[in-house]
């Protein structure tokens, strides 16, 4: 089993940033952030492989939003740029041993969620 831990989210302003980190209990993982606003389905926001060789963004986020990894702490971060109110959401992080992209049904492992809130 693995645990992921989820930090960095709140509330900013729009065209703010916020820098969000996931955790996960063991190394070597594809990485997805995903979001899920109020009354809509859950949706893919970013992934990053286990070798950070490849990187994939939703179309809404790409040019504001970047994924990377930092092998030393094993902690994938989610920068978040020039945010809009549409943004807010809770994020989840999500892991896998085998496979990534934008399903989520790809991902065995979840975290709690984090509120994310860009307010006018």
């Known amino acids: 089993q693995v645990h992921l831990v989820e930090s960095g989210g709140g509330l900013v302003q729009a065209g703010g940033s916020l820098r969000l980190s996931c955790v996960p209990s063991?190394?070597?993982?594809?990485v997805g952030w995903f979001r899920q606003a109020p009354g809509k389905e859950r949706n893919f926001v970013a992934g990053i492989t286990a070798t950070a060789s490849e990187t994939a963004y939703a179309d809404s986020v790409k040019g504001r939003f970047t994924i990377s990894r930092d092998w030393t702490t094993n902690t994938v971060f989610l920068q978040m740029d020039f945010l809009k109110p549409e943004d807010t959401a809770v994020y989840s992080c999500a892991a896998d041993k085998v496979t990534w992209g934008r399903n989520p049904e790809f991902y065995d492992y979840w975290g709690q969620g984090i509120q994310v809130t860009v307010s006018p």
């Open positions: 063991e190394r070597a993982y594809h």
